[in-house]
């Protein structure tokens, strides 16, 4: 895979240019910065790839003083060293910047605070002395640095093994990469550290000056009895390639506190069996290590990704330098006839040496050479490999180009991906009264909602929600919020918004009170904009549900024990619990003293379903208050990006808007949402881009053929509407937002399929607040561009996967007010 850096960036694709900088610089001399975490790393390496100088400041004792890195204070010494650093460098290779071709620089994945001093720096250089620049991804580097010592050819299997990373990855070029297992949690290094503080071993002369991982190691060379603790064997049953360091630092935590028990410690002792303890551990993570290399030599092999006879493992990384683990993994090689690898162990650990080199090698290629220095920027996380479990859409387009328009994804779930539209319509055309699709299984062992176990239950609020009419008969009620909320931006005089999603939350929110509680949150008063306020409780709340039950659904340790990640969920969720008891509470005493009453909210309604039981009343309260405020809020900001990135398009909106609403205090009605054809075309088209999320799932509850195929019942089946709905066979100019291929009479109208675009779903299991969540988007969108240009001030905006789609960056926006209309 080729790593995108940013968006539009303008790599040197003019071959003839290139060329003249290969003839110009027949002899490259590669200037690498390295400031990913706690150490600022500079090197020089020439065209055959000699060493010429290095540099490097390390700021481990620093951090050891301070018990573990500190991002502030990791940034404030690699901007206090950087320059420094450099010009040692260039001394030692008796060099000037001058001399240099090209600047290659750590942009990813890192320490935000410390990827930052670098890239800035080395901006100021490249445009100082017109140098091209070259961005290396920190990972990268580290499995391709063992070809600078070592004659490896492509492809083989790396080992990546540091404080921050534990994966296994196929390396098939100097930018593809086959991501095979990653942690699902903790690193090794992280985990050796960690346990270090709380052995104490800092306490012990000959360790203080060590990190985490050489303490371990030290002291376990000192054991008498290291199989008098029994630690498990992570992820034994099951048949991947992921790692898993949280159980055995749990279970080591667990002995320690035992025998601290036993001997009654306290203060600053260590526990007699320090030593068998720390071997204890390092011999359960080098177990853990070499039982998922042996399954990734095995896959290899049985896959034929990697030639039988040229099988090659290189093992990088800080937790590389072990030796203990080093030597089993050898063991292990020499018995499946593996070559095996490791750079020295001075390039093992975070340095400029392997940015350089990765540079070098970029440069032969021609890849990645940037020379448009604004579009460069830093990215804290960034997976190796083809997919990014943060962009599914990606992937799934990705699986499309590589497999055609139906894919068959095993083992563990049988899962199939469709890509046309005919098949999603067979799908969707199935007898079945209550559809079923997979559920959430963090949220289903949490508790039981909507989104969970639909059947009955949903369809009798959704058949409330359709039979009151409630689009219409809440359009005064959100036009007076949507009111409100204006007001609110324009006496906060601000018409540079540097993100505009936090103030659609709490538009969304006081829209949710008003139609379905009957409840004002106030979320725009001067109270409620602190931390600790109610509306900003909620909003928190269901973006910690959202954000967390799609990664919870890939987990598997959550099951065993409660994980950091299952506890913010079960929090949020108990947030959203008891401000929806309160608010029903509420409704229930009103109701005893009240009998009669004007209260038309949809709440009121519920109540008043025959048989209805108040948990469920509750879950249907939590499941529309972490729905409603973050996919309208979501849609809407797609929305109102592609309307400000098309000008003739938002010309056309407001004078539609104009027309319909001369008066900018015109009341939005139910005739005037009637009368808003582009308007509704413009949401139709900006969902057909984005939509709520990449398709629609379902278990299929009879057997279906498919394109030839038998798809036996219990299949998960996955529409991917969202590929789809981009591909050319199906759309004109898919990429392109279009209005007008919705309006009929129009010359650029299209006869789009119906089950092309399916942003809520179909059938019973479609979304329960569709009709509303649509009508919140046109009052917000008509009001917005009636009384605002609007115009974007970011950069091509993409997707996140999270339990839906949500915008990968701030939506920044300027407002200038229409006035004298």
């Not at 010429?52 to 004792?61: I, K, M, R, V």
């Not at 290779?93 to 080395?122: E, F, H, R, W």
């Not at 017109?130 to 580290?142: C, G, L, Q, S, Y």
């Not at 498990?232 to 360091?245: G, M, Q, R, T, V």
């Amino acid at each position: 895979m080729q790593f995108v850096f940013c968006y539009n960036s303008k790599l040197i694709s003019n071959y003839g240019r290139y060329i003249r900088l290969r003839k110009f610089h027949s002899k490259p001399l590669i200037f690498g910065i390295e400031t990913s975490c706690d150490d600022t790393g500079c090197a020089i390496v020439d065209g055959r790839g000699n060493l010429l100088s290095e540099s490097l400041h390390c700021q481990n004792l620093i951090h050891l003083r301070n018990g573990g890195i500190i991002p502030d204070v990791a940034q404030d010494l690699h901007r206090r060293y950087i320059e420094l650093t450099v010009e040692d460098t260039l001394k030692k290779a008796n060099l000037s910047m001058d001399d240099i071709t090209a600047l290659a620089v750590t942009l990813q994945p890192g320490l935000p605070l410390s990827l930052a001093v670098g890239m800035k720096y080395a901006k100021h250089l490249a445009r100082k002395f017109n140098k091209p620049f070259i961005p290396i991804h920190h990972m990268e580097a580290h499995a391709l640095v063992s070809r600078m010592q070592h004659n490896i050819p492509f492809p083989y299997l790396t080992l990546l093994i540091s404080g921050g990373h534990c994966l296994l990855a196929i390396v098939q070029d100097i930018n593809q990469f086959k991501l095979l297992g990653e942690s699902l949690d903790s690193a090794p290094g992280e985990v050796f550290d960690k346990v270090s503080r709380r052995l104490k071993l800092r306490n012990v002369p000959e360790y203080s000056k060590m990190s985490g991982g050489q303490a371990i190691e030290a002291s376990a060379s000192k054991a008498s009895d290291p199989h008098c603790f029994k630690l498990p064997l992570p992820l034994a049953n099951y048949k991947d390639c992921n790692f898993s360091f949280n159980g055995l630092k749990t279970s080591t935590l667990l002995h320690l506190h035992r025998k601290e028990k036993e001997h009654n410690i306290e203060g600053d002792e260590l526990i007699p069996e320090v030593s068998d303890l720390c071997a204890a551990l390092l011999m359960a993570v080098t177990r853990h290590l070499v039982h998922r290399t042996q399954r990734a030599i095995e896959f290899c092999k049985q896959r034929k990704l990697i030639p039988e006879t040229e099988g090659r493992l290189v093992v990088s990384g800080g937790v590389a330098c072990n030796n203990f683990i080093f030597k089993n993994l050898t063991i292990l090689c020499n018995e499946m006839e593996y070559d095996i690898f490791r750079p020295d162990p001075k390039l093992c650990t975070d340095n400029g040496v392997m940015i350089a080199w990765n540079g070098l090698e970029k440069w032969r290629g021609g890849v990645d050479i940037v020379t448009d220095l604004n579009s460069l920027d830093i990215k804290a996380v960034s997976p190796l490999g083809d997919y990014n479990a943060d962009t599914l859409d990606k992937n799934a387009c990705l699986n499309w180009r590589r497999y055609g328009g139906l894919v068959r994804e095993s083992p563990i779930i049988n899962l199939v991906h469709l890509y046309e539209p005919e098949l999603f319509e067979t799908i969707f055309r199935q007898n079945d009264r209550y559809p079923a699709r997979r559920s959430h299984i963090a949220m289903l062992h949490y508790r039981l909602g909507m989104d969970q176990i639909g059947g009955a239950y949903e369809v009798r609020f959704k058949e409330t929600f359709q039979g009151l009419k409630m689009q219409k008969k809440y359009v005064a009620v959100t036009d007076r919020v949507v009111t409100q909320f204006l007001q609110w931006l324009k006496d906060k005089e601000m018409s540079t918004i540097t993100d505009f999603l936090p103030y659609l939350n709490r538009l969304n929110l006081e829209v949710i009170g008003a139609v379905v509680f009957d409840e004002s949150f106030n979320s725009f008063s001067d109270p409620e904009q602190l931390v600790s306020s109610r509306s900003n409780k909620i909003i928190s709340a269901a973006f910690g549900s959202n954000s967390g039950i799609m990664k919870l659904d890939k987990g598997v340790m959550w099951k065993l024990f409660t994980t950091p990640l299952y506890r913010k969920l079960a929090k949020s969720q108990e947030y959203l619990e008891k401000v929806s008891k309160d608010i029903l509470l509420k409704k229930l005493n009103y109701y005893a003293i009240n009998s009669e009453s004007n209260d038309s909210s949809l709440l009121s309604s519920f109540m008043q379903l025959p048989g209805v039981d108040v948990k469920d009343i509750v879950g249907m309260m939590v499941d529309i208050l972490m729905a409603g405020i973050d996919t309208t809020s979501y849609t809407t900001s797609f929305a109102l990006y592609h309307i400000a990135t098309n000008p003739d398009c938002q010309k056309e909106l407001f004078r539609e808007a104009l027309s319909l609403l001369p008066d900018e205090k015109t009341e939005i009605s139910a005739s005037v949402l009637a009368k808003a054809v582009y308007l509704k075309s413009c949401v139709k088209e900006s969902l057909r881009l984005n939509p709520v999320a990449i398709g629609v799932g379902r278990v299929l509850q009879n057997d279906v053929i498919l394109k030839g195929y038998k798809i036996p019942s219990g299949t998960v089946v996955v529409t991917q509407n969202m590929v789809a709905s981009r591909l050319p066979q199906y759309v004109r100019n898919p990429s392109r937002f279009i209005p007008e291929r919705y309006l009929r009479g129009s010359t650029q109208y299209e006869d789009i399929h119906p089950f092309l675009s399916l942003p809520f779903g179909f059938g019973p299991r479609s979304c329960i607040a569709r009709r509303l969540a649509e009508q919140n988007m046109c009052i917000t969108i008509m009001k917005i561009v009636r009384n605002y240009k609007i115009e974007w001030l970011g950069g091509k905006l993409g997707v996140k996967t999270l339990l839906i789609n949500k915008p990968d960056q701030p939506i920044s926006l300027k407002l200038t007010p229409r006035s004298g209309i």
